[in-house]
């Protein structure tokens, strides 16, 4: 039996969307059932979801470990010129 889903987007979203599954072949019915399909077969959202910065969660953790790693571990300097030594020497 069918159903009706009913939501409320952007226009300019409903448009993109149409367009970007137009040039598939699909319309945008069959693009959000195609979705939903994939969310019951997964159990997930069928794709990685990035953050408004547009980074992979995973990503940040390991940009988080490895800063910490640096802290930890890495060259400090006492000041820029230091620093700016520092980098123009390994060049």
Known sequence: MNT???TRIDGKL????KKALAAMGLDL???VK???TQVVRTQS???ELFTADNL???KKKQLVREAKWALKHGKSYATIQELHDDILKND
């Open 29 to 31: 019915s069959t693009g």
């Open 4 to 6: 009706t889903l009913q």
């Open 14 to 17: 409903k448009r993109d969307a």
């Open 45 to 47: 959202i069928p794709f």
């Open 56 to 58: 992979p969660e995973r």
């Open 34 to 36: 195609l979705f939903l």
